[in-house]
């Protein structure tokens, strides 16, 4: 994706000790990251740049909206709220590198692009299981799916498992097991 100058930012030259920059994320910027999880959205962001020492910068990201993710079950779109606060630590070097706590940019370029950071930290601030409210689903998907599996109501989550057919051995050990659940 070519990524606008917006989100390139120039730490060399900034005029201030600090600085907040906003952003407006749409279905355009999430259509053009190369990245399969958000298809959509609208998210506004905050970036807050403090100088920490002449080669050393702390980076606020505030992110708050909506995101449209497919469904684990149904595959439809399915709408997801975030609201995500990280905190990225930036300093100038030889080469650009990153590691779970820091990001190296090279000194001589001075400049970092914030918009795969903004979608990283939005990706990461979403649940791990994307799933409909029940009854959500597409119906046509779920029929499909029922074919093939059967659901069983498990602790109010919907739980799939392979159905049972002609020839199908349970193991001796569940059937015992099943015995002490129903004493």
Known sequence: MEKP????????????????????????????????GIRKGNVHATVGIRKTS????????????????PCDR???????????????????????SEDE?????????GCIDVAWFLYEFIA??????HVHEPGGCNEQMMEKL?????????EGDEAFS?????????DPRWSDLEKLIDK
Request: aromatic share 10%; with cysteine.
């Open 124 to 129: 990461l601030s979403l649940p791990l299981k």
């Open 101 to 109: 706590n820091e990001v190296v940019i090279p000194e001589d370029d």
């Open 162 to 170: 392979l159905p049972e057919g002609e020839g199908a051995e349970i």
């Open 5 to 36: 100058d917006i989100y390139k930012v120039d730490l060399k030259r900034m005029a201030s000790d600090s600085v907040t920059l906003e952003y407006q994320m749409d279905d355009a910027f999430f259509g053009g990251m190369e990245a399969p």
């Open 74 to 96: 149904c595959l439809d779109d399915m709408e997801v709220p975030v609201a995500s606060s990280d905190v990225l630590c930036v300093r100038f070097g030889d080469a650009y």
């Open 146 to 154: 029922g074919e093939y599996l059967r659901v069983s109501q498990d």
């Open 54 to 69: 002449s080669e050393s910068f702390q980076m606020d990201f505030h992110a708050r909206g909506v995101v449209y993710v």
